[in-house]
Nanobody, 122 residues
Framework: QVQLVESGGDLVQAGGSLRLSCAAS????????MGWYRQAPGKQRQWVAT???????SYADSVRGRFTISRDNAKNTNYLQMNSLKPEDTAVYYC????????????????WGQGTQVTVSS
């Protein structure tokens, strides 16, 4: 079984910074792409950022230039550095990862974490 555990969510003032972490553990052969989504109250889940196993990154327009995603492949962990936070960034942030369970797995399986709350006060 594979688990994703997020951490780092908190209450912060507008303009502040937070760093989220997401660690994948369990029966893992290789972690492919990892990413973050967020869901604000009453809204649909929204994609935030993705990082491939090779380190290529992509961002939603709403966070580009303020958020930075990175990863440590040796630890199967990724990080989301969030700067210049705005009240509209308030949401539950969910990590996901595409995981190959064995060396002969034909395709990666997507796993999700339980989410971590980020609240930005004005």
């Amino acid at each position: 079984q594979v688990q994703l555990v997020e951490s780092g969510g908190d209450l912060v003032q507008a303009g502040g910074s937070l760093r989220l972490s997401c660690a994948a553990s369990g029966s893992i052969f290789r972690v492919n792409a990892m990413g973050w989504y967020r869901q604000a109250p009453g809204k649909q889940r929204q994609w935030v950022a993705t990082i491939t196993s090779g380190g290529s990154t992509s961002y939603a327009d709403s966070v580009r230039g303020r958020f930075t995603i990175s990863r440590d492949n040796a630890k199967n962990t990724n990080y989301l550095q969030m700067n210049s936070l705005k009240p509209e960034d308030t949401a539950v942030y969910y990590c996901n990862a595409d995981v190959f369970l064995t060396s002969y797995s034909g395709k990666a399986l997507k796993y999700w974490g339980q989410g971590t709350q980020v609240t930005v006060s004005s």
